[in-house]
């Protein structure tokens, strides 16, 4: 491709941090390569054996986007959502400098905006806020994440912006139950990837090629993604 795959994405573990109103995934051993040796597979000079792994996760956990149902239940469920819509032209706004529990408004992505050099015209719009760097594994992470603001959110839509992207379980701070940007992300029929990593390593690249892709669940409200970003 000629290009640098930068990846963005959480790894999936057993009882990993999870938004203050998930269960953490389970991710255990199934079947391994001693415990099949006595299926008998393969040929006797040459036995074939195996592993798999059992996976129980909401769909909402680690690095993931959020389908319209999840927040409007007249909203599109995952699967029916355009495949299009979950890659793009995409620039990172460094947001560095709020602290955790900050506010990320409509002034904030002006100046991030012009320190990027990129006029954001239906761009993926990712903020890199140094949270998942300050805290991660801890479970601070899933309590001090900085807010987007709802101003914020119409900057984005007024943009253009179908979809933006944060570290941290949630666009919305976990210290009141107001969810005013997913609210407003539910009225203005946008939507975000949560739980991202390394975008620390996109801040100053301009534009780039974004891609994060979900699963086909039938009727699902979100759906973990294995997001990454081309240079």
């Known amino acids: 491709m000629g290009k640098k795959v930068i990846d963005l994405s959480l790894t999936v573990e057993d009882n990993m941090p999870s938004h203050k109103l998930f269960q953490s ?30 996976i129980g996760m909401l769909d909402h956990v680690g690095t993931h986007v959020d389908a319209f149902l999840h927040v409007n239940p007249d909203g599109a469920a995952i699967d029916e959502m355009p495949l299009e819509m979950f890659m793009g032209s995409a620039v ?28 954001v015209d239906g761009h993926i719009v990712l903020l890199c806020t140094g949270l998942h760097e300050r805290h991660y594994p801890n479970q601070d992470v899933c309590w001090k994440n900085p807010g987007l603001t709802v101003d914020a959110t119409h900057w ?18 976990p210290t009141d139950n107001l969810f005013a940007q997913h609210r407003a992300c539910r009225d203005l029929g946008v939507s975000h990837y949560e739980w991202l990593i ?15 892709v979900p699963i086909k669940f039938k009727g699902g409200s979100g759906s973990p993604v294995r997001a990454f970003a081309l240079l």
């Open 92 to 119: 990172c706004l460094d947001m560095r400098h709020i602290p955790d529990l900050g506010d990320i408004d409509a002034a904030e992505m002006e100046k991030a905006e012009k320190a990027a050099g990129v006029k």
């Open 156 to 173: 984005l839509a007024e943009r253009g912006s179908k979809l933006h992207g944060v570290e941290g379980p949630s666009t919305d701070k």
């Open 198 to 212: 390394n975008l620390d390593q996109l801040v100053g690249q301009g534009e780039f090629d974004f891609f994060g």
């Open 25 to 54: 995934p389970f991710h255990i051993k199934h079947l391994d390569h001693d415990s099949t040796k006595s299926m008998g597979l393969g040929v006797p000079e040459d036995r074939m054996t195996f592993q798999t792994n059992f």
